[in-house]
Structure formats: structure tokens, C-alpha cells
Antibody, heavy 124, light 106 residues
Framework: QLQLQESGPGLVKPSETLSLTCTVS??????????WGWIRQPPGKGLEWIGS???????YYNPSLKSRVAISLDSSKNQFSLKLSSVTAPDTAVYYC????????????????WGQGILVTVSS | EIVLTQSPATLSLSPGERATLSCRASQSVSSYLAWYQQRPGQAPRLLIY???NRATDIPARFSGSGSGTDFTLTISSLEPEDFAVYYC?????????FGQGTRLDI
């Protein structure tokens, strides 16, 4: 049974970089042929996909955020991370990391495992 | 980008009734469509993947159907814990996209 846990600051100043880490326990992220993802949800609004990283390190990003986003993998720590630069108030959201269950969706982006989410507020 | 349109935005029903939620894609997503349930203050929960496959531990009252551009999530007999927001999501093409959600109210 996989568990995912987001960590990082809950408050980021405008124009700075938001940095979050997702720690995966219960399986090695580098041994599973699947996509790991970041999704966010502004308060009271719907879900927005931010981007995904394949176990090999290939990345895919939401075009609306692509110029500001970077997702990376650290196999040694069994973590994947999100960096979002030049943040503004609309980037205030609950940020989730997520991953698929083995055998589901061919390792593709359908998310069975979710972290609890972390609220990141952009404010000075 | 594939746009997913969910309808209705809000559905008001009572326990024991049948719920039918719709998700329409702007172009074919084949069967690469998932449904999620989100209760207040919780992370989304995968209900259905690849249009009609129930995820582990999801009750049999939840079922998914459709392919191409039109999909349906059916809850055969509503339980009190089913009142939540439901999202569809496609993985046919990048970028991954979600529908705007359907709120299921008592």
C-alpha cells in the first residue's frame, strides 16, 4: 500500500518560487513504470493538473504553467518535487501529489494514491 | 487541449435515488476516462478508471459507461456518504484535463 506525503512551506511571497516535495512510501518510485503527478485546487474551485513525471524522468506540464514549472525525481530519497516560480495570488491552492495503483491505466495518469494535500498561500 | 464538460453542475437528490452524472469530451478520449469523488476537506478518491473499471474497494452501486466523447457515472442507490463533488478526468492526450465537477446535494 503506497502512501504519499506532501511537504513544504505553507506561505510563499509573491514573485518567489513555491517548492514542494512528495515523499512516497511503500514502493520504489524508480521501479514502477508509471507517471507521478502534481494537481492543485484553488479554494472553492476544481482540480487543475500541473504536471507529471515518468519514472525515467520524462516530464509533461500544463501549457498554462509550463514556463514556470519544473518537476523532478530523486530516486535515492523516493521523492518527487515541484517548483513553481514567480508565484502570484492565483497560485494559492491546495497542492496534491498523486500516483497510480499498479495494474491500473497501464501506469498512465489515473490517480489512485493521493497525498493529503498541502495548502500553499501566496501573500506578502 | 481536450475540454471536459460535466453536467449538471449541481444535482439535488435524496438517499435511495439513482444519480446519473455526465461528462462530455471536446474530442475522442477513447476509454481513457476516470471518475473521482471528493468530499469536503479530503483528497479526491478514484472511483472508476478507463471508463468502466471500478477501483479497489469502490462499492458496486458506482458504475461507469461510455467511450469516445460521452461518458456517464451512475450511482444506483444513493447513500448519505455519496453526497460530494464528482470530477471526470481524461488521460488520452497531454495535457491531462479535469471536468469542472458536479456537486451532488441532498
Amino acid at each position: 500500500q503506497l502512501q504519499l506525503q506532501e511537504s513544504g512551506p505553507g506561505l510563499v511571497k509573491p514573485s518567489e518560487t513555491l517548492s514542494l516535495t512528495c515523499t512516497v512510501s511503500g514502493a520504489s518510485i524508480s521501479s514502477r513504470s508509471c507517471y507521478w503527478g502534481w494537481i492543485r485546487q484553488p479554494p472553492g474551485k476544481g482540480l487543475e493538473w500541473i504536471g507529471s513525471i515518468y519514472y525515467s524522468g520524462d516530464t509533461y506540464y500544463n501549457p498554462s504553467l509550463k514556463s514556470r514549472v519544473a518537476i523532478s525525481l530523486d530516486s535515492s530519497k523516493n521523492q518527487f518535487s515541484l517548483k513553481l516560480s514567480s508565484v502570484t495570488a492565483p497560485d494559492t491552492a491546495v497542492y496534491y501529489c498523486a500516483g497510480p495503483r499498479e495494474g491500473y491505466c497501464g501506469g498512465g495518469s489515473c490517480y489512485y494514491y493521493w497525498g493529503q494535500g498541502i495548502l500553499v498561500t501566496v501573500s506578502s | 487541449e481536450i475540454v471536459l464538460t460535466q453536467s449538471p453542475a449541481t444535482l439535488s437528490l435524496s438517499p435511495g435515488e439513482r444519480a446519473t452524472l455526465s461528462c462530455r469530451a471536446s474530442q475522442s478520449v477513447s476509454s481513457y476516462l476516470a471518475w473521482y469523488q471528493q468530499r469536503p476537506g479530503q483528497a479526491p478518491r478514484l472511483l472508476i478508471y478507463d471508463a468502466s473499471n471500478r477501483a479497489t474497494d469502490i462499492p458496486a452501486r458506482f458504475s461507469g459507461s461510455g467511450s469516445g466523447t460521452d461518458f456517464t457515472l451512475t450511482i444506483s442507490s444513493l447513500e448519505p456518504e455519496d453526497f460530494a463533488v464528482y470530477y471526470c478526468q481524461q488521460r488520452r492526450d497531454w495535457p491531462i484535463t479535469f471536468g469542472q465537477g458536479t456537486r451532488l446535494d441532498i
